[in-house]
């Protein structure tokens, strides 16, 4: 069951919620999204259908992610692959937060979903863990976030037809291990973390940062 009630609007903040996608992907880029809006002006339909994306199915994300856009404040930043290697993931996520919620150009709370809050920003900045489940705007980040990755992963794999990244859309599942093995990494996949990769097992030769 959808965890808001739009019955219960009042008690939702209008505050900016901020979620990733990717971080724990072999290739592309973390994506985040910062979406702000009043729960209270919120369609209450479209608040009522919000969740977590990963409890959602495909197409229900890619119809509500366009509703989203047009009754919030959306912003998006990517955390390429280079980044990623040159830094690390976490690091690489926490820039992309901050370059989303500076995008919106909006002065609110900002609600993060996990453990981490984002740094150098100048607004109020609260951890939420679950918070995809608790804080709608984070919920609709989250929806927004994997959308617009997973759109992106299956262009990919037009050209990269070897890893299966229309179905896994660059997580480790095997047939993205096989493609691999049978013809090494592509220009897209992530030196820090397919290095030391078990191709045989699909296990991690190191643990993600």
């Known amino acids: 069951m959808p965890p808001f009630d739009p019955s219960l609007a ?3 903040p209008a505050v900016i ?3 990733e996608v990717g971080r724990g992907a072999l290739c592309g880029p973390v994506l985040v999204a ?3 809006f009043d729960p209270m002006t919120f369609p ?3 608040l009522a259908r919000l969740d977590d994306s990963k409890r959602l199915k495909a197409a229900e994300r890619e119809t509500l992610t366009p509703l989203i856009r047009a009754h919030a ?3 998006l930043a990517a955390a390429s692959r280079a980044l990623v290697d040159c ?5 690489a996520t926490l820039d992309a937060m901050r370059r989303a919620v500076a995008a919106l150009s909006h002065d609110a709370p900002v609600l993060v979903d996990g453990r981490d809050t984002v740094p150098g920003i100048a607004l109020p900045c609260r951890a939420v863990i679950g918070g995809d489940r608790l804080v709608p705007q984070i919920a609709a980040a989250s929806i927004v976030a994997k959308t617009v ?6 262009r990919l794999a037009i050209r990269y037809p070897d890893y299966g990244w229309t179905s896994n859309v660059g997580y480790g599942t095997r047939i993205h291990l096989a493609g691999l093995a049978a013809r090494g990494r592509s220009p897209h996949h992530r030196l820090s973390f397919t290095r030391g990769y078990d191709l045989r097992t699909g296990s991690a030769g190191r643990s993600e940062p």
Do not use: E
């Open 10 to 12: 009042p008690s939702y």
């Open 17 to 19: 919620g901020c979620d």
């Open 34 to 36: 910062a979406v702000w």
């Open 44 to 46: 209450a339909g479209l």
């Open 73 to 75: 404040r959306v912003s």
């Open 87 to 91: 830094i690390n993931v976490r690091g």
């Open 149 to 154: 990755r997973d759109g992106l992963m299956r």
